[in-house]
T-cell receptor, first 119, second 112 residues
Framework: GAVVSQHPSWVICKSGTSVKIECRSL??????MFWYRQFPKQSLMLMAT?????????EQGVEKDKFLINHASLTLSTLTVTSAHPEDSSFYIC???????????????FGAGSRLTVL | KQEVTQIPAALSVPEGENLVLNCSFT??????LQWFRQDPGKGLTSLLL?????REQTSGRLNASLDKSSGRSTLYIAASQPGDSATYLC???????????FGRGTQLTVWP
């Protein structure tokens, strides 16, 4: 079945530093990947849609300059939290949808998530 | 904007009980309704997906129903086991594949 790997699982960083989170589709190609975040006791919320070879689409209220998304290949999307602050501490999770007609097409496969703590 | 509510927030039951988890949504114009399981430190595992045209889906001991007109979905777990302990999320899908509106989840604990 389709598998999505997310790395790192846990990251602790100092305020003001940047953190990169990777989302990889291991056995299928993903034209589109999605990034969500979940604050404690809150719902998972869609942050942005990452399209291979084009700019990401951000949800209202999500700062595109703070959350940089790069989807340079059909198997990898990265989320970089720039100049992280304690309020950015959250659980970030990605999902991927396979290319039409391919493995995992029209089905979302989720990564295991990355817990970011900013001190 | 779609809002999804899950009741109860937490549930603790002895092994063997039959359970009902509730999910309600404000906008009936959903493409489908999906139930997920989330284990600590793990990603989301899709359990059941009900298309908007369907009324229910079954997989093993799990049965999910959907009533779009009332904005409700239920997840029924039969003969619960300790291995069922996890957080259960429901999500309504909007206009695009990744546009999922999640509830806050029901944290289930099944004790032996």
């Amino acid at each position: 079945g389709a598998v999505v790997s997310q790395h790192p699982s846990w990251v602790i960083c100092k305020s003001g530093t940047s953190v990169k989170i990777e989302c990889r589709s291991l056995d299928f190609q993903a034209t589109t990947m999605f990034w969500y975040r979940q604050f404690p006791k809150q719902s998972l919320m869609l942050m942005a849609t990452s399209n291979e070879g084009s700019k990401a689409t951000y949800e209202q209220g999500v700062e595109k300059d703070k959350f940089l998304i790069n989807h340079a290949s059909l198997t990898l999307s990265t989320l970089t939290v720039t100049s992280a602050h304690p309020e950015d501490s959250s659980f970030y999770i990605c999902s991927a949808a396979g290319t039409p007609g391919g493995v995992g097409a029209n089905v979302l496969t989720f990564g295991a998530g990355s817990r970011l703590t900013v001190l | 904007k779609q809002e999804v509510t899950q009741i109860p927030a937490a549930l603790s039951v002895p092994e063997g009980e039959n359970l009902v988890l509730n999910c309600s949504f404000t906008d009936s114009a959903i493409y489908n309704l999906q139930w997920f399981r989330q284990d600590p430190g793990k990603g989301l595992t899709s359990l059941l997906l009900i298309q908007s045209s369907q009324r229910e889906q079954t997989s093993g001991r799990l049965n999910a129903s959907l009533d779009k007109s009332s904005g409700r979905s239920t997840l029924y777990i039969a003969a619960s086991q300790p291995g069922d302990s996890a957080t259960y999320l429901c999500a309504g899908r909007g206009s695009t594949l990744g546009r999922l509106y999640f509830g806050r989840g029901t944290q289930l604990t099944v004790w032996p």
